[in-house]
C-alpha cells in the first residue's frame, strides 16, 4: 500500500519531466525545419521554403514566451518570402502575427523588422502611398540592439521623409545612418538617397555630387537609380544611355522563383487542420492524465477505508480512435485547383528532367543497366535515390502532401518521369518486373482518387 502511495506522489513528475523534454525536442525540430527553409530560399526554391518555414512555425507552441522570440523571427521570415511573391495580402498577416509575438520582446529589432514589413506591403498595394506605420519604429530605436537592423531603420525613415516633402527630417536619418555603412553597398546606398534629398531642396550641385557618387556602386541596382536620376538632373544623354543598359542586364538576369498562391493557400489550410487537431490532442491527453491520477487516488481511498471491490466497476472511456488516422483522403478540390496541381507536377518534372537526364551521374546509371546488368549495386542505387530526394525536394512535398506517396512511390515516380521503362525501373529499384507492375497501379489510383478530372489525370497517370 505504501509503494502504490509512493507512485500516486511521483505519477505528476513523470508528467512534467515527459512535457520538458517534449518541449525541447520541438524547439530543435523548429530551428531545424527553419534551417532547411532559409537553404531552399537561398537556392530561389519559394514553395518548399515556405513548406518549412510553416513547419517551423507549427512545432512551437505561441502559449509559451520562451518561443516568442523564434516565432517572431519566423513569421518575419515568411512574411518577407511572400512579399517578394507578390502575395501581399498573406504577408501582412503574417507581420501583423509577428508583431504580436515581437512587442514581448526587450530587443525591438524583429519588431521593427516587421513595421518596415507593414510599411512596404502598403507602399506597394497604394502604388506608392503614405502610410504612418513606418513612423512607429522612431520610438524603437533606443531598443533596437542590431545595427544592420538600425540602418536598415533609419534608411527606411530618411526614404519616407523625403517622399513626404520634410527634406529636413529625411536628411537627419541619412546622416546618422552614416556610421552604420559596414560596407560599400550601404555606403552607396546612402549616397544615392542624399543626393535625392539634396535635389528636393533644389541643391542641384550637392545633389549631382552624391548621385555620381552612388553610381560607381558595385550593386547593379543602386547603379541603375543613380544613373536614372543623374539623366532626370542634368538631361545628359550618356547617363540615359547608361540607364537603359543597365536596365538591359537586370531584364537578362534569372529571376527568382515565387512561392505558388494556390499552393501556399493549401499549405496554410492544412496547417490549420494540423493546429487544431494537436490541441484537441492535447486536451485528450490532459484528460486522460487526470482522468488516471483521479481513478488510482479513489482505488486507492476505497481499498483503504471499504477494503472490498467496488460492486459496480467504474469504466472511463479513452478515445477509441486517439491514434486513428482522421482521414486518409484527400477532400476533393475544385478542377482550378487539380489544374494548377497538375501543371506543377508537370513543370517541376519537366524543368528536372531536363537537367537530370543530361547528368554524369544518370548517364552512367544507364550505361549500367544497358550493359547486360539485371539491377544496380547497392551503393549506386543508394547514390540515385539520394540524388532523386534532393533535385527533387519541391515534388516530394508536393506528392506527400496531396498523395500520401511514401518514399518508394516517389522514386518510382522519379524514374518512371525520367522515361525508364518497366524492367529499367525494376533494375534501379532491385525487384521484379511484376513488383514495378502493381506499384504502379497503385501509385495511378492514389492519383486517381484525388485528381477526378479524367484529362487532367491522363496527364500525370503513369
Known amino acids: ?67 516568442f522570440d523564434a516565432l517572431g523571427a519566423y513569421y518575419n521570415r515568411i512574411a518577407l518570402l511572400l512579399f517578394k511573391s507578390n502575395i501581399n495580402e498573406e504577408a501582412e498577416k503574417m507581420f501583423r502575427k509577428a508583431i504580436t509575438f515581437n512587442s514581448m520582446l526587450s530587443d525591438k529589432s524583429q519588431l521593427s523588422e516587421s513595421y518596415r514589413g507593414l510599411w512596404k506591403c502598403y507602399y506597394v498595394d497604394k502604388e506608392g502611398g503614405i502610410d504612418t506605420t513606418l513612423l512607429k519604429t522612431i520610438e524603437l530605436i533606443p531598443q533596437i540592439e542590431s545595427e544592420e537592423e538600425l540602418y536598415k531603420t533609419k534608411n527606411a525613415l530618411s526614404y519616407y521623409f523625403l517622399i513626404s516633402g520634410d527634406y529636413a527630417s529625411a536628411m537627419k536619418y541619412n546622416s546618422e545612418i552614416r556610421p552604420l555603412c559596414r560596407d560599400s553597398v550601404l555606403f552607396y546606398k546612402s549616397c544615392l538617397v542624399r543626393g535625392s534629398i539634396f535635389c528636393g531642396e533644389g541643391n542641384i550641385d550637392s545633389a549631382i555630387y552624391y548621385t555620381k557618387k552612388a553610381a560607381r556602386s558595385n550593386y547593379i541596382y543602386t547603379k541603375t537609380s543613380a544613373y536614372e536620376n543623374l539623366y532626370a538632373m542634368t538631361g545628359n544623354s550618356v547617363y540615359l544611355g547608361l540607364y537603359h543598359s543597365l536596365c538591359d542586364s537586370i531584364a537578362g538576369m534569372v529571376k527568382p522563383a515565387k512561392v505558388n498562391s494556390a499552393f501556399y493557400g493549401e499549405l496554410i489550410n492544412n496547417m490549420n487542420v494540423e493546429y487544431s487537431r494537436r490541441i484537441h490532442d492535447r486536451t485528450l491527453l490532459s484528460i486522460v492524465c487526470t482522468a488516471v491520477v483521479v ?168
Open 295 to 462: 481513478v488510482l487516488v479513489s482505488i486507492f481511498l476505497f481499498y483503504f477505508f471499504r477494503r472490498k471491490i467496488i460492486p459496480n466497476k467504474q469504466h472511463i472511456e479513452v478515445e477509441e480512435e486517439n491514434n486513428r488516422e482522421t482521414s486518409t483522403e484527400i477532400e476533393k478540390r475544385t478542377e482550378a485547383l487539380q489544374r494548377e496541381i497538375v501543371e506543377r507536377i508537370g513543370e517541376i518534372t519537366a524543368q528536372k528532367n531536363k537537367r537530370f537526364v543530361k547528368s554524369e551521374f544518370f548517364k552512367e546509371v544507364t550505361e549500367y543497366i544497358e550493359g547486360g546488368n539485371v539491377f544496380l549495386t547497392i551503393s549506386l542505387r543508394d547514390r540515385l535515390f539520394k540524388s532523386l530526394r534532393q533535385e527533387y525536394a519541391l515534388l516530394y512535398q508536393l506528392l506527400t502532401a496531396y498523395f500520401s506517396f511514401s518514399d518508394e512511390e516517389f522514386y518510382f515516380f522519379c524514374l518512371s518521369s525520367l522515361g525508364l521503362n518497366t524492367k529499367e525501373c525494376a533494375a534501379c529499384r532491385s525487384v521484379s518486373v511484376s513488383a514495378i507492375r502493381v506499384l504502379r497501379k497503385r501509385i495511378n489510383d492514389k492519383m486517381h482518387k484525388y485528381i477526378t478530372v479524367e484529362e487532367l489525370f491522363q496527364e500525370i497517370k503513369l
Open 1 to 67: 500500500m505504501l509503494r502504490l502511495i509512493h507512485y500516486i506522489s511521483v505519477f505528476p513528475l513523470f508528467i512534467l519531466l515527459f512535457s520538458c523534454a517534449g518541449r525541447v525536442v520541438e524547439a530543435d525540430k523548429a530551428s531545424t525545419y527553419f534551417e532547411k527553409g532559409v537553404a531552399f530560399e537561398d537556392k530561389n526554391m519559394f514553395d518548399s521554403a515556405a513548406v518549412y518555414y510553416l513547419s517551423a512555425i507549427s512545432s512551437l507552441d505561441s502559449t509559451r514566451i520562451s518561443d
